[in-house]
């Protein structure tokens, strides 16, 4: 642990979902730090609680046992204080507004001046690199390019903290390493604490300062990797030793917790 204040921690974290077929428990005793300007990664299998995590942090969801803090405050708290942007798997965008009025919406729920909603549509164009798009309709937008508009919409109240549960899951190989380097420069520009829910070992090792390996029923963290790689990332770096390396364990820590199901 260090000795700087975490912007998120969770300590005996428990979730337990009331079902018809009895409770599910989605995270059991879950402790993790996340640091300020990490980027961490969440990986595990289908049912794993990558997913609930993220909304407990966005106050969701309601833990049934544990805490835990955002910015040193309750998720609730944190929320009303719009503490994060959400990105979800699917962009979400309304097909009547065009790219700009989509990003516009929550600002204009909020009560921005229009002038300040322009202004901040104009910056987070800028950082997802899609300036002299905001008058394009999302139809008009590649698969990739409406990803990027959503993870403007979620950059437009500047937040510190971006939630990002599997914004890429959808797109073909080539899109989502374009994406991953966007991601990466857009992080790093901006200095922002990122979690980032993954099915990919490749794109977590890329992406992450931090890997959280998850495992299922009950949901728990089974390992967390402090990835060695430096911040400067080129697509090639997947072809290093290191790279291979922090992939290997992080496949290891999955078989480790499907052997726990059997
Ligand atoms: N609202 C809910 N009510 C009941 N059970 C739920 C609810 N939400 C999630 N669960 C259960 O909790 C467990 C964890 O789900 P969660 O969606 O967090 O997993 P995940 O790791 O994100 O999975 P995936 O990779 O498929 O998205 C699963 O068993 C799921 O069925």
Same mark, same amino acid.
Request: net charge negative; aromatic share 8%.
């Given at each position: 642990?260090?000795?700087?204040?975490?912007?998120?921690?969770?300590?005996?974290?428990?979730?337990?979902?009331?079902?018809?077929?009895?409770?599910?428990?989605?995270?059991?005793?879950?402790?993790?730090?996340?640091?300020?300007?990490?980027?961490?990664?969440?990986?595990?299998?289908?049912?794993?609680?990558?997913?609930?995590?993220?909304?407990? *942090?966005?106050? %969701?969801?309601?833990?049934?046992?544990?805490?835990?803090?955002?910015?040193?405050?309750?998720?609730?708290?944190?929320?009303?204080?719009?503490?994060?942007? =959400?990105?979800?798997?699917?962009?979400?965008?309304?097909?009547?507004?065009?790219?700009?009025?989509?990003?516009?919406?929550?600002?204009?729920?909020?009560?921005?001046?229009?002038?300040?909603?322009?202004?901040?549509?104009?910056?987070?164009?800028? +950082?997802?690199? +899609?300036?002299?798009?905001?008058?394009? =309709?999302?139809?008009?937008?590649?698969?990739?390019?409406?990803?990027?508009?959503?993870?403007?919409?979620? +950059?437009?109240?500047?937040?510190?903290?971006?939630?990002?549960?599997?914004?890429?899951?959808?797109?073909?190989?080539?899109?989502?390493?374009?994406?991953?380097?966007? %991601?990466?420069?857009?992080?790093?520009?901006?200095?922002?604490?990122?979690?980032?829910?993954?099915?990919?070992?490749?794109?977590?090792? =890329?992406?992450?300062?931090?890997?959280?390996?998850?495992?299922?029923?009950?949901?728990?963290?089974?390992?967390?990797?402090?990835?060695?790689?430096?911040?400067?990332?080129?697509?090639?770096?997947?072809?290093?030793?290191?790279?291979?390396? *922090?992939?290997?364990?992080?496949?290891?820590? +999955?078989?480790?917790?499907?052997? =726990?199901?059997?």
């Amino acid at each position: 642990m260090t000795e700087t204040n975490p912007v998120i921690s969770a300590r005996n974290l428990d979730l337990v979902f009331q079902t018809n077929d009895g409770p599910v428990q989605a995270l059991k005793d879950v402790a993790l730090d996340i640091e300020k300007g990490d980027f961490v990664s969440f990986i595990g299998p289908s049912g794993c609680g990558k997913t609930t995590f993220l909304r407990v *942090i966005a106050a %969701l969801e309601h833990p049934t046992g544990g805490t835990v803090t955002v910015n040193g405050m309750t998720p609730d708290e944190a929320r009303r204080q719009r503490a994060y942007g =959400y990105v979800f798997q699917a962009a979400g965008l309304f097909p009547w507004r065009t790219i700009a009025r989509n990003i516009k919406l929550p600002l204009e729920i909020m009560g921005f001046s229009r002038a300040e909603q322009d202004e901040r549509v104009e910056r987070v164009l800028k +950082l997802v690199d +899609l300036d002299g798009f905001g008058e394009k =309709y999302p139809w008009q937008l590649s698969g990739g390019m409406q990803q990027r508009a959503s993870i403007a919409r979620a +950059l437009a109240f500047d937040a510190d903290i971006l939630l990002m549960d599997e914004p890429f899951g959808a797109l073909d190989e080539i899109v989502r390493d374009h994406l991953n380097e966007q %991601l990466l420069a857009l992080w790093e520009r901006t200095g922002k604490t990122i979690c980032f829910v993954t099915h990919s070992i490749p794109e977590a090792v =890329y992406l992450s300062t931090k890997i959280v390996v998850m495992s299922p029923r009950p949901g728990r963290i089974t390992d967390v990797i402090e990835s060695p790689l430096p911040k400067e990332r080129p697509l090639d770096i997947r072809d290093t030793p290191e790279f291979l390396e *922090i992939a290997h364990r992080v496949r290891e820590g +999955l078989r480790a917790g499907h052997a =726990y199901d059997d």
